[in-house]
């Protein structure tokens, strides 16, 4: 930690008491670099995380969207109607294996299978790069669309594949 003239840095950050309601959260998209940074004040992370807008909700379950209030058919044939749920208490549910596609983000049009869930982070295997990326549960929606990369350039075709 470094005091210059009263004021406070640490690895290039400068620290400054604030009220939390001084601060507004509302449509903030931090990186996974911005939330991993800042690891000794866990409050704010939880405040972004749970502030985060949620959406992307896709017809099936879900039979309409009004404000924060969301109806959702059940799979249960027991309940017969359907259930209207506060948005703020849902949350995506997925599984190992399951195929997504990222709608929003720095990943967005990406796909790939699931291949880890971390509470709201899920780890993919990009359809594209054969990579893991890392994105929110809140950003994707399954899908069965799959991402393919170019594989050939017209100028650059070798004529011993042209016959695939």
């Known amino acids: 930690m470094m005091n210059i003239d009263g004021i406070l840095f640490k690895d290039g950050f400068l620290y400054k008491a604030v009220s939390m309601k001084s601060i507004s959260s509302q449509n903030i998209h931090p990186t996974f670099d911005e939330l991993e940074q800042p690891r000794e004040n866990g409050a704010v992370l939880s405040t972004l995380h749970s502030n985060r807008k949620k959406g992307h909700f896709m017809k099936g379950w879900v039979e309409k969207v009004e404000e924060e209030i969301v109806h959702i058919i059940p799979e249960m044939k027991e309940v017969a109607k359907t259930l209207a749920i506060n948005e703020k208490e849902l949350y995506k549910y997925f599984e190992p294996g399951n195929h997504v596609k990222v709608l929003s983000g720095t990943q967005e ?56």
Do not use: C
């Not at 049009?109 to 971390?118: D, N, P, Q, R, S």
């Not at 359809?127 to 170019?150: G, L, M, N, Q, W």
């Open 109 to 164: 049009g990406a796909t790939g299978m699931v291949v880890k869930v971390e509470q709201h982070v899920l780890i993919i295997l990009s359809d594209v790069t054969k990579e893991h990326i890392r994105v929110f549960a809140d950003d994707v929606v399954e899908s069965s669309e799959v991402t393919y990369s170019i594989t050939r350039i017209r100028a650059y075709e070798d004529p011993r594949f042209s016959s695939f």
